[in-house]
């Protein structure tokens, strides 16, 4: 059964700007306000979006109050947040669905909206990996990748090969995003169900061993062995110990699924990545490992 795909945008639509995690002012995403609206988008700031509660963007009540509204709110057709850092995981039990499901809008985020990505797929509902206000003008293209994403446009993405990239052609739905937290989710009613389907993973500032601790999680629980499929995108900054551990992200992430016979893609653009592409979670991919890596939306 096909994922429900919520509608595109059209002009004159709102979009609503949350922020569940880390404080945000206005200063850092006044930018991106104007280039929602030159896209012939009405924006909606929630209403304790420039609060402060120490590193978080209000209390967790003020946070869940804010997302919760605009989730009922008919009239906004797409949520996009503010900004990632951490505080999502903090809310996310708080948060009423019922009208959501019954009136499905697109969730637009990366890094820790994992969280919502994960819970929202468990709907069957698609949701949007992609760029946030606070990033807009670091990369022209991956702003524009969002446009042409909310807006309907198709997606497909060429990258060149990576030298541990495994070989091999896949079809299946999309699903992943940030290593960190989806590790965080294993075993909560947040978790995913990777049976059959194509795993996107990126993570930021982590210790190399911290990523082989989170591989080995997702393969002693089985989520490795049923994929079709892996894309790794930036794996970013990452850190080492004063012994080094002896390998780096992207080896340790292959010798997790080296075993299992299915392709591989490494350096995808899309992360905590400047270069940070649209990609839709749930809906269904053709996925190309040879001599250039293709991915497309089907």
């Known amino acids: 059964m096909n994922l429900i795909q919520p509608s595109y945008l059209k002009k004159g639509d709102k979009i609503a700007i949350v922020a569940p995690a880390r404080k945000i ?5 006044k930018s991106a ?11 909606v700031l929630s209403k304790n979006l420039f609060k402060s509660d120490n590193q978080f963007s209000g209390t967790d009540n003020e946070r869940a109050d804010d997302l ?4 009922d709110d008919s009239s906004v057709k797409a949520i996009i947040i503010a900004r990632g850092g951490y505080g999502t995981i ?19 985020g990366y890094s820790d909206l994992t969280v919502l990505h994960s ?13 946030m206000p606070i990033n ?20 497909k993405y060429e990258t060149g090969a990576h030298q541990l990239n495994k070989k091999g052609i896949c079809e299946g739905e999309l699903i992943g995003g940030n290593l960190s937290l989806l590790y965080a989710l294993t075993g909560s009613i947040s978790d995913i169900d990777t049976r059959g389907k194509v795993l996107f993973i990126e993570d930021l500032d982590e210790y190399l061993y911290h990523i082989d601790r989170m591989m080995l999680n997702l393969k002693r629980s089985g989520k490795l062995s049923r994929l079709v499929g892996l894309v790794v995108g930036g794996m970013t900054d990452m850190k080492d110990n004063a012994i080094p551990f002896g390998k780096n992200a992207e080896e340790i992430i292959l010798d997790a699924v080296k075993e299992y016979n299915y392709p591989v893609c490494f350096n995808f653009p899309a992360g905590h990545i400047d270069k ?4 839709y979670f749930g809906k269904k991919v053709k996925l190309k490992v040879e001599e250039k890596i293709t991915l497309e939306f089907l």
Not at 143 to 152: D, M, P, V
């Open 90 to 108: 903090r809310i996310i039990d708080k948060l009423d669905f019922t009208k959501f499901k019954q009136q499905p809008k697109w969730i637009v």
């Open 119 to 131: 819970h929202i797929h468990n709907f069957r509902i698609e949701t949007l990996h992609a760029t």
């Open 33 to 43: 306000i104007d280039i929602l609206e030159s896209w012939g988008l009405e924006v």
């Open 136 to 155: 807009f003008t670091k990369n022209e293209a991956a702003t524009e990748s969002l446009r042409s994403a909310l807006f309907g446009e198709q997606l």
């Open 68 to 71: 919760q509204t605009m989730l």
């Open 25 to 29: 002012s206005l200063e850092e995403i």
């Open 276 to 279: 940070n592409m649209a990609i």
